[in-house]
């Protein structure tokens, strides 16, 4: 059985979508072990009603080192699911193809600092971008540069605005990041 870790900052539908298809035998042989959260978020309450292990680190000057301290050894995945701290070099280093990020932009298009929410749809409209879409990557210290695992776009229409590009990119997301962790735990 493999273990992953779900590192959450929102309302966490992401994690939802994870914790559902594993249930549904989606995701093979993984269970979620443990929910981090960086600050108070709905992301927590969801673990809480699915009986998942669950724990606030503040976010702050520290805060890769203290989430060093309760990331269990035996995990397999560190799953960043609409997280929002930046983790030092270190951490990235130590996890090294064992942590991966959903992206609300086809990367490497609108990512990088800054690059996240609704700035990024923002950013998409303003463009004047034809398509949009998601992107599962691997993370390492480079801020969305780690190598893509999955990746689905869509094609953005004259009446979209940043809040329809949310709500299709999430739809987009529910749909990859399931197959993405598959991938990454079966080695394919
Ligand atoms: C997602 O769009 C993800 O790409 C981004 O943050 C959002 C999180 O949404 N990193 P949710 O908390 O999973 O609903």
């Known amino acids: 059985m493999k273990n992953i870790v779900v590192l959450v900052s929102g309302s966490g539908t992401n994690l939802q979508r994870i914790i559902d298809t ?3 035998g989606e995701i093979e042989n993984a269970k979620v072990s443990l ?10 309450e969801r673990a809480k009603n699915h009986a998942i ?21 035996d995990t397999d ?5 609409g997280f929002l701290s930046i ?24 990512g990088g600092k800054g690059m996240w929410g609704m700035n990024v749809h923002n950013a998409v409209i303003e463009a004047g971008e034809k398509e949009s879409g998601a992107t599962v ?20 229409t004259a009446e979209d ?5 949310a709500q299709k ?5 529910y749909e990859i990041f399931p197959l993405a962790i598959n991938k990454v735990l079966q080695n394919k």
Not at 35 to 44: E, H, I, P, T
Not at 77 to 81: H, K
Request: proline content about 6%; overall charge negative; aromatic content about 8%.
């Open 22 to 24: 594993i249930e549904a």
């Open 35 to 44: 929910v981090v959260a960086d600050r108070k978020c709905y992301g927590l």
């Open 53 to 73: 292990d669950h724990i606030l680190v503040p976010r702050g000057k520290n805060f890769s080192s203290e989430l060093a301290k309760v990331i269990p050894a």
């Open 77 to 81: 995945l560190i799953v960043l699911a």
């Open 87 to 110: 983790l030092k070099p270190e951490f990235c280093e130590n996890w090294n193809g064992k942590i991966i990020n959903i992206h609300p932009a086809l990367l490497p298009k609108f």
């Open 137 to 156: 990557h691997f993370v390492t210290s480079g801020i969305d540069e780690g190598e893509a695992i999955l990746q689905k776009s869509f094609e953005v």
């Open 161 to 165: 605005t940043p809040e329809t590009l």
């Open 169 to 173: 990119v999430h739809q987009v997301e």
